[in-house]
């Protein structure tokens, strides 16, 4: 097995964003999350979401607060099954200059 990358370079400030959208015939399993704010000056608000493919948030994965130039990690255990219409991660921050950087296994 070799860890997917699913990377996010920037987002657009308030909306949420697909982070992680699975091949429909595969499963997913995302086992690490970067984020990092590279604002120079401001607090980034972020949220990381597991939703329906509707965008129906089913739970939250992340929700911090990073001060400019601060970056978290943390280890996690998101599974998501294969199907016609998969449930997808997705990410918000109220600051644009935020990276994301999910990493796993689809297969």
């Given amino acids: 097995m070799a860890l ?5 370079a920037s987002v657009e400030a308030g909306v949420a964003t ?42 939250t994965i992340l929700m911090a607060s990073l001060a400019p130039g601060e970056s978290i990690h943390i280890d996690t255990k998101v599974c998501i099954a294969s199907s016609d219409t998969p449930d997808k991660l997705r990410a918000r921050s ?5 990276s994301f950087l999910a990493s796993g296994d689809e297969g």
């Fill in 4 to 8: 997917k990358p699913w990377p996010l």
């Fill in 18 to 59: 697909d982070l992680v959208v699975p091949t429909p015939s595969l499963e997913v399993a995302v086992i690490g999350l970067i984020v990092c704010n590279t604002d120079p000056a401001a607090t980034a608000d972020v949220v990381v979401t597991l939703t329906n493919a509707a965008d129906a948030i089913l739970a």
């Fill in 94 to 98: 109220n600051v644009a200059a935020v």
